[in-house]
């Protein structure tokens, strides 16, 4: 209970004593995005060496070079022959690119999150949408996709276009965030806030005698001329024979 894990996530989690399988209620990770950008240093191994977590997260792009043995090692080890199949595919498909290399290098933290989790747990993946699309697929097989819940959009409040720079595409505005359950079982509570004064105030104007809201609705047509009455054909068979019965409703 309240304990801080320091260091490469995988490395934990491939702890089967620290982490054996079903023993996580909750994850939510904001893993390096695949943005091709620079990022400082957040933390060092006690020895007071750049940690080689933070090596691979944050250098300038995903390399191959740097993702290969993990891969190997993946295709080797992981028990999800589903799993192992995807990424064959996908290397077949996007070769020994840089996203392919982000790929390599998530794919294994996924498969063990998916082991630890509970199965009245859950999964937010949080990304963007540069590599969204490959993640929902390997968590599709991962997790199942039909254990898959949400895509939620976290916008940002400014677009921050560059049209006067040169920049020649809409904005990029928004993360996205994947929600996988691990089962049917897994727990969803929902939240309600009260409704605002001024809302309800203005919607609900009326007041009955115990003091409760309401308000009045017209029960006629939007329309105007009362557009009330429609006509309904429905088919029958009668004899064997199959035919149209109309009737008019007002």
């Not at 799993?83 to 790929?103: D, G, Q």
């Amino acid at each position: 209970m309240n304990r801080l894990y320091f260091g490469d996530n995988l490395q934990w989690l491939s702890d089967r004593k620290e982490f054996p399988d079903e023993s996580v209620d909750l994850v939510y990770l904001d893993p390096p995005f695949n943005s091709n950008a620079d990022y400082n240093v957040l933390f060092r191994e006690p020895s007071g060496q750049v940690s080689q977590a933070q090596f691979h997260a944050f250098t300038d792009t995903w390399s191959w070079a740097d993702a290969a043995d993990t891969y190997h090692q993946f295709i080797d080890t992981c028990r999800n022959v589903a799993v192992v199949e995807l990424m064959e595919a996908l290397h077949s498909f996007l070769k020994h690119s840089p996203m392919m290399a982000y790929l390599a290098m998530m794919a294994p933290p996924l498969v063990e999150l998916h082991r630890v989790l509970k199965s009245t747990g859950s999964l937010y993946l949080h990304c963007d949408p540069t590599a969204s699309h490959y993640l929902r697929i390997a968590l599709d097989e991962i997790f199942d996709a039909k254990n898959f819940r949400n895509e939620i959009v976290w916008k940002r409040s400014s677009s921050h276009a560059d049209i006067k720079q040169g920049m020649r595409r809409c904005g990029r505005i928004h993360d996205v965030l994947l929600l996988y359950a691990k089962s049917d079982t897994a727990i969803w509570n929902p939240v309600f806030t009260p409704y605002d004064e001024d809302y309800v105030e203005s919607m609900y104007r009326f007041v009955d005698d115990q003091g409760r809201r309401y308000r009045e609705g017209d029960l006629t047509a939007a329309r105007p001329g009362g557009d009330v009455s429609f006509e309904w054909r429905v088919k029958r068979r009668i004899n064997s024979n199959e035919r149209w019965i109309s009737s008019k409703w007002e």
